[in-house]
């Protein structure tokens, strides 16, 4: 899988309101022992991560995860930045995601930074 594809699943699990669909784009893109950490939140697992992305969706409803700029690849790990945000509307967070892949291209760790967020 690309540096590229990866990122789409990972933007399309945050945006997927199914959690069984979410479930199966988790399993295809994270290890089973996975862990999600950023300022607001620690997860480990897929079926914790699927909780927090849903819990996420009813925390700030309407909006989506968008991917800005390029995917910096070095090594065993990605980093990207993302916008949280409605349709044509100004982004209302911000962040920039590292991420550990593993041999086979997997998420291990992703590790969260907010360069702008709501109180929450």
Do not use: C
Request: proline residues 3%; without cysteine; glycine residues 8%.
């Amino acid at each position: 899988m690309t540096s590229t594809t990866l990122a789409e699943q990972y933007f399309a699990m945050w945006n997927e309101a199914d959690a069984d669909r979410r479930a199966e784009l988790i399993a295809g893109t994270w290890t089973e022992d996975a862990t999600f950490v950023d300022p607001s939140f620690e997860t480990n697992g897929h079926d914790e991560l699927n909780k927090l992305v849903g819990a996420a969706q009813q925390m700030f409803p309407g909006l989506s995860f968008v991917r800005i700029g390029d995917i910096d690849e070095h090594h065993t790990y990605l980093r990207w930045t993302w916008h949280l945000k409605a349709e044509g509307q100004d982004p209302v967070a911000g962040g920039t995601d590292i991420v550990l892949l593993t041999e086979d291209g997997r998420i291990q760790r992703l590790i969260g930074f907010h360069d702008f967020a709501p109180a929450h």
